[in-house]
């Protein structure tokens, strides 16, 4: 296993767990207690753990893995989920997508679609993301527009004023949400208020908003609204979302999508 995928697993064992021993660690990824022990003081060095006396410890209560750690959480669910969305999206539309990794699925399944190959332009594509813009600023049929702003590191996004003027300046006919949780009480939220206030600004801004949300983040609530649930007006998901939550969507007047 190489370094990075050996960081990446510990990671998510230590988000899932909140505390990790250096012995089980090393048991679970089948490596030396020396090697856990370096990589513990390594990510501790980025500040992306807490070390403790034989082990680890999450960094701070409410804790967010930086999207480069998160690419391989449920990858399968959000490739379907980003087909499904990108599905929905009609050429010649302006697309608003927020960061994350299931937004940045969607980027990619839109960047596929044979008949978005050609266009002037065949889509517009509204991000404060900038891995997504990165990734779609090499096709040339794409009309990319990246809003200002403050990178925050955990997410590539732009946030702050700057990337408020932008948004206001602009309408779009649907806003793609990447979310941490959405409840039918509590709605759409995120871990970072300020990357909640982009979000909530584009969904404003937009014509219809998809979530697009594998069925661990349905039911749960964080630090940080984007949206009521009654603003959304799909939801995509994958197909072990529970019975009652999709029923609750529902009657809520969202309407739901499982792939």
């Known amino acids: 296993m190489s370094r990075d995928a050996r960081w990446k697993a510990l990671l998510e064992l230590l988000v899932e767990r909140g505390r990790l021993d250096v012995e089980e660690a090393a048991a679970e990824l089948e ?3 020396a090697t856990i022990r370096r990589d513990f003081d390594r990510l501790a060095e980025q500040q992306m753990l807490v070390r403790t006396r034989g082990g680890a410890v999450v960094h701070g209560v409410s804790y967010e893995l930086p999207l480069r750690y998160k690419t391989a959480r449920r990858a399968s669910e959000k490739q379907r989920i980003a087909k499904a969305v990108a599905d929905l999206v009609a050429p010649g539309e302006a ?4 960061g994350g990794t299931t937004t940045t699925e969607v980027a990619r399944a839109l960047a596929v679609r044979s008949d978005l190959a050609s266009g002037t332009p065949a889509l517009t594509v509204v991000t404060n993301a900038l891995n997504i813009a990165n990734e779609l600023a090499v096709r040339p049929q ?3 527009v990246v809003t200002g ?3 925050r590191a955990q997410s590539y996004e732009l ?7 932008v948004l206001a300046q602009i309408t779009v ?18 871990h970072d208020e300020a990357e909640a206030a982009i979000n909530r600004l584009l969904c404003e801004r937009a014509e219809r908003v998809v979530v697009a949300a594998d069925s661990s983040k349905l039911g749960r609530r964080a630090f940080a609204r984007i949206c009521a649930a009654e603003a959304v ?7 072990a979302a529970d019975p009652d939550a999709v029923r609750r969507f529902e009657e809520a007047g969202v309407r739901v999508v499982t792939v």
Do not use: E, Y
């Open 233 to 239: 007006g799909t939801l995509v998901t994958d197909s």
């Open 31 to 33: 490596v030396s207690a």
């Open 149 to 151: 702003g403050v990178a």
């Open 95 to 98: 697309v608003g997508l927020t």
């Open 173 to 190: 006919d649907v806003a793609v949400l990447g979310v941490v949780s959405f409840d039918v009480t509590h709605g759409a939220a995120a």
């Open 159 to 165: 946030i702050g004023p700057l990337a408020d003027g």
């Open 142 to 144: 794409f009309k990319i």
